[in-house]
């Protein structure tokens, strides 16, 4: 049985997926028929549900990799890909206190709030009240928002915020926001940055190797997709080649001066 | 101030590292002297505490990503650029129930551990008892013990498990225990493979291919470092080139017949 | 000055590019007028030529690059990312005597011909007349016509070749194909083939290991552009992830017996 | 049978290889005996030669690879993988007369004199005596040093050549020598340039936008070699991840003026 609420992904016979909270009042209008989503009620994750033309459509639990690709975005998202290795290198977990400067679509936002738990919290700022938006409405539709603080403001008016576990900084300019990021995260704190071009990237390195930072990494995953045909198993044609660069580090107060 | 039991990073002068669970009774013996760890009590994260040469010692609270670097290993480990994303694709997160099929060193069976946190649970399997007990050391190593269950027994005796959330599954031949996959989790859960070679891609996809699974993907991931110098900004020369191909699906019970 | 019968590449303001045998009697209508190519005739290559509408059409010396890129295809051709390393594995150059099993659409064949010259030799086997005819118009529009003899036929019906220097195989089943490989070439003798999928791969290293084959190599190569733009330089969104493998051996007639 | 004055690859019965330039009076002495060299004389390519302890060392004719892999060098090489790709790009073939800035070790002369033949030149400029020596001598060992004339010299103080086919600039600074590049090569012309760092590549993007180039692209080639076991086919563990980044222009003398 599903419950009024819940989650719910539906899938088409051809594969056309649909996220929906469950309301049992509601109906989806496809291709194939409508579809009385009352009908969830009297079903299960893993069966089907018939549209009054017949057609089967599939009923899944979401995943937080279908969430994340759902996500409504008016920016460029950070992928799943990169979202995982964050995660670890953030130590992000039950309970954790997290930073984020720039919530854009909200897509990390969503993956931080989802690790963070309801004993945890994140504080995502981001400066444009329509991102600000997309976001919040990304965050409301799976039931998350209660897990995070937006803030709508220009971080270099300085944060409120102190003794962080961790940050992660994506907008177009961090260096200039390094000061916010120190003060906000404790001493050894993980923080990462998500940058698109490379000479962000050393823009950024610049910085920091001026500030209190050890440990710095500069990373970049790719991902490829590959036919799953049995007999016939190759690489996609075509695929994603780049999001953006990675850099992580740890805030590290004690730094001998350089000289 | 640090406390008794907690994990605990050292990091030496020219960068060496080192885990501990903090005893306050015992001493590290290094290249610059002894260490005497009940410092830790007077130090905080994020500072240093000197050996008796003076040498300054950084203390870290070690992110997910180091326990995962610093698993003791007599396995192919599965590398956190991966288990990142298994994360996501199986939505492993507080309360999650898991069955592991082969357990290896328990780099996987730690990060599991870790997002499902106390009201979760993985039930992890491993035929060889030497991996058992290599598993068993890392995750009391950490902590994460409570969140496991260990079952030394070969997978195709059968498996006591059902309505589990998701799977993975990482051994030699997938193929030969899809029907405890089948058994153990929920219709419509996430499962997912780690496979070194090509050949056993094809052989699992040409097995799921007569079985209950739908949404069938094969992906791999590269991870590649730069040398994080801002004017001479340049990816690593060498690289790990490989480590697995990861294949997805969802359980499908009630799956069309195949013609 | 550019003669009568000389390859043009002529490129549009906007960068749509156009290749032509100079013939000045010829016109090109174009979207910005039309181009009397009997202008070339007082032009140089690097310099422009305006249409009767005064635009600029650029006139360029097209590089081997840019006749392969403006193949006519009706097949997956070869791509020149390959086709370099083919080329230095093979050793062709000035003089070689080369098999080719598969013409395709001739992008390769076009390239082997370039580098073999006019003292050296291509026979390319190709069992579909239409793709003979499609190499035959590729070629001839390039003046390479010579130094290739095209032959429609299928491989397995045996040929009559003997002590050329090397060989590429470009076919489905080049398993099937083997005996007339060692037939072909001289003892020693540098092979390559191209797959696209792994199981291809997988069935041709059974069959060599049957042979007379050493030095067998399986590579890939993947080709990363870049967007060329000095302040905000990072990698295009996407790329072509994979176009085929490539297998590469030395024909070694007095090979051990396998045991 | 084999002649003397032939490039001769020798190869151990462990696959260990020797390029020689047969010479019948020689011997090499190896780990598993005195190998007498004018055996060469009464075998062929493809065939074996013993050790006076009876050992089989095959002889192969080496292939340009073989070649460039052999390089003796002091310096980073240019890889195969990018000098195939270079080739193409540039056009290179016989009676090519080609600019090289930077001679290095010699690998990209090398393939460059073999391509452009005895009806073509290559013009080697080398600021640094000792690289000047090693790439002679890597000329000479392979027989292309008529192919080829080395400048020592300082690009910056001007050179004498012009309307050359294209140019390929492999120094730290290129963008200090753009105004030798324009000079030597005729409109239209392609040229190439190697660098390691995207700083490099950043830096000559902007010179170049102040000059006269055309179609400019930067590129980047990574070679994955798998291992080539039938029923165990997965990519090597490590790779090669960078060699470097390739910018590649046309000259364009009658650009439209920058605003």
Chains 1, 2, 3, 4 share one sequence.
């Not at 057609?55 to 979401?62: D, H, I, N």
Request: hydrophobic share 35%; net charge negative; proline share 5%.
């Amino acid at each position: 049985m599903i419950y009024p609420g819940e989650l719910v992904q539906l899938v088409s016979p051809k594969g056309k997926r649909y996220l929906r909270t469950f309301n049992p009042d509601e109906a989806l209008h496809t291709h194939e028929g409508k579809l009385d989503l009352g009908l969830l009620r009297e079903t299960d994750f893993g069966d089907y549900i018939k549209t009054h033309l017949g057609k089967k459509y599939r009923v899944l639990k979401p995943t937080l990799h279908d969430l994340l690709k759902n996500i409504k975005r008016e920016t460029q998202i950070i992928y799943p890909k990169d979202i995982g290795y964050i995660l670890l290198k953030l130590s992000v977990g039950p309970g954790s206190r997290i930073i984020e400067f720039g919530s854009g679509s909200g897509s990390l936002t969503l993956a931080l709030a989802w690790y963070a738990g309801s004993t945890g919290i994140v504080y995502s700022f981001e400066r444009r009240e329509k991102f600000m938006e997309i976001c919040a409405n990304n965050l409301a539709r799976v039931g998350l928002q209660d897990n995070v603080q937006q803030i709508n403001q220009d971080i270099e008016e300085g944060i409120d915020l102190h003794e962080m576990d961790c940050a992660f900084i994506d907008v177009r300019t961090p260096w200039e926001c390094l000061d916010q990021v120190v003060q906000g995260v404790r001493n050894g704190a993980p923080v990462g940055f998500l940058l698109p071009t490379v000479n962000q990237v050393s823009a950024l390195l610049e910085s920091m190797d001026q500030g209190p930072f050890s440990d710095v990494e500069v990373v970049e995953l790719m991902l490829r997709h590959y036919k799953p045909v049995s007999d016939r198993l190759r690489p996609e044609d075509r695929m994603v080649a780049h999001t953006g660069f990675l850099v992580f580090a740890r805030l590290n107060k004690n730094m001998p001066e350089k000289e």
